[in-house]
Nanobody
Framework: QVQLVESGGDLVHPGGSLRLSCAAS????????IAWFRQAPGKEREGVAC????????YYGDSVKGRFTISRDNAKNTVSLQINNLKPEDTAVYYC???????????WGKGTLVIVSS
């Protein structure tokens, strides 16, 4: 069974940093664009970052530009999301997905919770 498993979510203070990781089992991540979405309580799901499979181009949501960095390690079959200068509004469940940037995401992980609070 194809699986995406996120890790790295935690409770952090505003201004802190986190690194989220996404690991795949039973498929190869480098065949897919990988995107991170997030969903905060009571809010709609939001795409925050995507990295293409072809040339590694990256795309970010306006609310996270300059603070979030997505990267992939094809040798380890993982994708990471570095989050700096965390803000309370970054509190959400973060999901790793595989598919096409700006298009349909074929696979979803179960999410990892990030809470930003003082």
């Amino acid at each position: 069974q194809v699986q995406l498993v996120e890790s790295g979510g935690d409770l952090v203070h505003p201004g802190g940093s986190l690194r989220l990781s996404c690991a795949a089992s039973r498929f190869t991540l480098d065949n897919y664009a990988i995107a991170w979405f997030r969903q905060a309580p009571g809010k709609e799901r939001e795409g925050v970052a995507c990295i293409s499979s072809s040339d590694g181009s990256t795309y970010y949501g306006d609310s996270v530009k300059g603070r979030f960095t997505i990267s992939r390690d094809n040798a380890k079959n993982t994708v990471s999301l570095q989050i700096n200068n965390l803000k309370p509004e970054d509190t959400a469940v973060y999901y790793c997905t595989a598919g096409r940037c700006g298009g349909i995401m074929d696979y979803w992980g179960k999410g990892t919770l990030v809470i930003v609070s003082s």
